[in-house]
């Protein structure tokens, strides 16, 4: 019995040294502990991130010799008046519109998929449902992109359907169209906007679907008890309720939609993107102010967007 109580005493006894010490003044004051646990990845970010965006922020207001082609480091707008010439300004609009048009499509094809699941998947259903919609994710990026450029393609799947549909007068009408955007699916605005699609649907689906598991269905009963109808329990009941979940997957379809360079250099045409303009400037061109600026419009952009998200409550939806 007294070797154990001399084990025990040494166990409990308090270790001396200024390493143990401190060791225990740490242990005794959580917020210090939890200060200097984060602390590592608060100077990462700050040194790497923030401090690579600053650092992009001074680069775009240089400019570029024109004769030279070397950077001038004075500070000037002039950068980003050339983002106004009509060139750079189709490129900044076309952006934003591809990315405002994948946005709305996912919201309108992942609010019914979500509802389901939210609604009606149980048990084994609803892992079937997060399996179904987290599969893709677990496939390389690359991958996917490319076997879409297969399908799309004129020797692809989908126009071998359409053939054996006999539906190919109307894919070649629909590739005359100017929307389109190129005499191929695969090297189209379309092609690239069902890709976009495919490759975020999962990210609006999944905070659509935790928006609307939060909706109370005593809610939606005592709607129809009152007398509404589907469609007016829809539009003044459900919907506003599962507003912040589709605001907050379109921080992501958006944002990641409004930077990609990949997608529309393997499937789109010779139009760029601002990713694609902010690898020409500054690779090709050697224009590293203006790359800098290009890159500050989708940052700028998302600024306004998250501050407006936040606002409308989307974070809670996340």
Known sequence: MSGFDTTQSAIFTPR??????????????PRMFVFLMVLPITLWL???????????LIQSFFSID?????????????????????YNLDIILRTISMATAVTIAAAVLAFPIAYFAARYAKGKWKALFYIGVMLPLWSSYLVKVYAWKLVLAKEGILTWLFAKLHLTWLLDGL????????????????????????????YMIIPVQASLERVPGALLEAASDLGATPRQSFRM????????????????TFSLTLGDYIVPQIVGNSRL????????????AGNIPLAAAFTVVPIVIMGIYLWGARKMGAFDAL
């Open 66 to 86: 024109e004769f030279s082609g070397i950077v001038v480091r004075e500070f000037t707008f002039k950068t980003y008046g050339e983002l106004l010439r009509p």
């Open 16 to 29: 001396s040294g200024p390493l143990s010490r401190m060791v225990d003044w740490v242990i005794r004051h």
């Open 175 to 202: 590739l005359s169209l100017p929307v389109i955007g190129g005499n191929s699916l695969s090297v189209s605005y379309t092609g690239t906007f069902l890709v976009f699609l495919y490759i975020w649907l999962p």
């Open 46 to 56: 700050g040194i790497v991130y923030i401090g690579a965006l600053i650092a992009l």
């Open 237 to 252: 009941v459900l919907f506003p309720l599962a507003l912040p979940g589709i605001i907050a997957g379109s921080i992501f």
């Open 273 to 284: 993107f601002i990713g694609q303009a902010v690898y020409t400037q500054q690779g090709t």
